[in-house]
């Protein structure tokens, strides 16, 4: 019992406040190729300007919450001008969904040797903007953590109202299912394209300002978390929002839990064993894509 | 015969033998001026530049071939380069027995990672690929008795014949160019036969490739760990040429590059990638001997021709010279090679 309550519940929610950050990054490469197609290889790298573009904020002399909440409109920005300016020149080739990969792939090497460039190769440190520990049952939880946990939660279910709930979100998910149709009912298909992409970037910077205080600072911080999302997004299905909220949760969750039980090492092979298995019996993932489920 | 070559090829063949022709009459004008002078350097990076082309002709040819994406291609040859070093450095001293056995543990980690890949197509096999090579190199990186993140030093020189060892430049950079030749011939002439033509089938419909009576599954993994073979044997050069091993060399950076060889080469040319690899292991080297930020030179010229070059250099030169070829020959096969290739 004492094991219980002193050994996994702060596991349990650990996990949970990086579950809900993994969630998001997976949340931005799924809608990104359930709308586009387009495997975002650069999407480490976006998360990773996320932390610094806070980091240069927060060291203009702004607080977090500003950092906070111009980051993700700065993210866009950058989102939407990638689309536009380079993605969308080898958008229409027959060979887009190599050629796209391939596109984002060598942006996030230029991306992430700027990186280098600018802020240096050594890790920065983000003090948290919240202190202290709330205790709950008996235990003391950090309460960024649960900051983190909250804030995560309510974009995911805000990204989900978007997507499915509104006029936006309809015209989005039609210009997934067909683009012909939706273009000739008057929506502007390319900038809708580029929206959506700036969206997915926004969320992977979103979740880069939120690990920041929780893990250093450094060009390469993108590398292994990205794998991690690309295993929920494979697990979940590639396009689809439900199968990233679910497969995100529980990944983490049995990395969390397993890193208790045998060396945190063994985390990554674990994961990706898994997302082995689940391919071998279901190929397309655990859920459908976006707009065609 | 030249007709349906360069049909097959999807290149002008002709055009292509002779670029191959080219690059090995380069290599060794080179070896003969760099001999000349007493050169070590360029030796030592002109082998190296060998051994990643080596590398870029196994994804070459899974991704000019199949169209199966290699991001992991690291992996193989980060295998072969630790089965040679722990071979030379435990067991013996001989060059064959270090190939040999690199090749026999990349056919079987070929076989084991095609399995699980080939079950997935288009960009689920990239990730795959990419997530595999990701974990074994964790693995390795742990692994103590395998030096961990430091790797492993001091690999003994490996004995190629009487009175030639891996030590000696230009001895060494002759033997890696010939088996670069072996490798690159072979895979050339294994295009032409029905295999090959099978290969490119996956590529273009894989369904249809089943009508045929031909299992696409058993095409592709068998391309799988021809390529796996490929990169291991070229990986096992590593050690000999370097004397050391580390886990960077599964890592990411490693298949990356491979990849940016070949789509700056020339995809599915096989003689594109040879070229890639070679020009830019020399810009990384030139470039990065002035600044440590070499990899955004690497990276904007790889998304200029990604955008603007999508068959690479030698999709660029060949048509050109094939021209050039075929007026010198007459006007008589011009006209049927252009009804084939529309510039």
Redesign the interface.
């Known amino acids: 019992m004492d094991w219980i309550q002193f050994v996994l519940a702060p596991q349990i929610v650990n996990g949970l406040a990086i579950g809900v950050a993994v969630v998001l990054m997976a949340l931005g490469l799924t809608i990104i ?1 359930g709308l586009l197609d387009v ?1 975002n290889m650069a999407h480490g790298e976006f998360y990773a300007i996320g932390a610094y573009v806070a980091v240069a904020l927060l060291g203009a002399g702004l607080t977090f919450w500003w950092a906070l909440a111009l980051t993700p409109l700065l993210m866009a920005l950058i989102g939407y001008v990638t689309e536009r300016s ?1 993605i969308q ?2 958008f229409h ?1 027959k ?1 887009r ?3 796209t ?3 984002t ?3 996030g ?2 991306l ?3 990186l ?2 600018v802020f240096g190769a050594n890790p920065l440190r983000v003090e948290a903007p919240i202190s202290g520990a709330t205790e709950m049952l008996g235990l003391f939880f950090p309460n960024y953590r649960l900051f983190v946990m909250g804030l995560g939660a309510s974009i995911i279910i805000a990204v989900w109202v978007l997507v499915f709930r509104t006029s936006l979100g309809a015209m989005v998910r039609a210009a997934a299912f067909d683009r012909q149709m939706t273009a000739s009912l008057g929506v502007p298909v390319n900038r809708v394209y580029a929206a959506t992409f700036a969206f997915g970037v926004a969320l992977a910077g979103v979740s880069g300002v939120l690990l920041a205080p929780i893990y250093s600072v450094f060009p390469t911080m993108g ?1 292994d978390f990205v ?1 991690i999302a ?2 929920v997004v ?1 697990i979940g299905g ?1 396009g689809s929002i439900k199968g990233a909220v679910i497969a995100g949760l529980l990944l983490t969750q049995i990395q969390s839990i397993s890193s208790l039980f045998i ?1 945190p ?1 063994w985390g ?2 674990l994961l ?1 064993g898994i ?2 298995l689940v ?2 019996w279901r ?1 397309q993932g655990l859920f459908g894509r976006l707009g065609h489920a | 015969m030249h007709e349906v070559t360069s049909r097959s090829l999807g290149h002008p063949a002709r055009a292509l033998h002779w670029l191959a022709g080219l690059f090995f009459g380069l290599a060794l004008v080179f070896a003969i001026v760099a001999w000349t002078v007493g050169d070590v350097f360029f030796f030592r990076l002109g082998t190296e530049a060998l051994i990643f082309a080596g590398l870029a002709l196994s994804v070459d040819l899974l ?1 000019g071939r199949t ?1 199966l ?1 290699p991001l992991g291609q690291a992996l193989f040859f980060g295998m072969g380069a630790y089965v040679s070093a722990l071979v030379l450095k435990n067991w013996s001293s001989s060059f064959w027995i270090a190939i040999a056995v690199a090749l026999v543990f990349s056919a079987i980690t070929g076989l084991i990672g095609g399995l ?1 890949a080939i ?2 197509k ?3 096999f ?3 690929s ?3 090579a ?2 074994v190199s ?2 390795i990186f ?1 692994t103590r008795e395998l030096g961990a993140s430091d790797g492993m030093i001091g690999v003994p020189v490996a004995q190629i014949a009487p009175g030639l060892e891996s030590g000696q430049p230009a001895g060494f950079f002759l033997v890696v160019l010939s088996i670069l030749f072996i490798l690159y011939a072979g895979l050339a002439y294994l295009m032409e036969t029905p295999f090959g033509r099978q290969l490119g089938a996956v590529r273009t419909n894989e369904q249809r490739l089943s009508f045929l009576g031909v299992d696409p599954w058993r095409t592709k993994l068998a391309a799988f760990v021809g390529a796996a073979c490929i990169a291991g044997v070229s990986g096992a050069l590593y050690p000999m040429l370097r004397g050391f091993v580390s886990p960077e060399l599964m890592f ?1 950076q490693v298949s ?1 590059n491979a ?2 060889n070949v ?1 700056v080469g020339g995809t599915g040319t096989l003689i594109g990638p040879v070229y890639g690899s070679a020009l830019l292991t020399v810009l990384r080297s030139v470039v990065g001997s002035y600044t ?2 070499h ?2 030179v ?3 010229l ?2 200029l021709v ?2 603007v070059l ?1 068959r690479g250099l030698i999709g660029l030169a060949a048509p050109a010279l094939q021209e050039r070829l075929g007026r010198r020959e007459g006007a008589v096969r011009t006209p049927i090679l252009h009804a084939e290739h529309p510039q």
């Open positions: 190729f495997i380079l020149r080898v080739s060979d969904h190599t050629l990969l391939l596109l792939f060598g942006i090497i230029v992430e040797d700027i280098k460039l590398r794998l690309f295993s494979i590639m060396s090492v990554d092979p990706f997302m082995v391919l071998m190929p | 991704l169209g994406l699980i079950r997935s288009g960009v689920y990239a990730l795959i990419f997530g595999l990701q974990v964790k693995i742990n990411f990356g990849v940016i789509i440590a930020h990899q955004i690497i990276g904007i790889f998304i990604v955008i999508p």
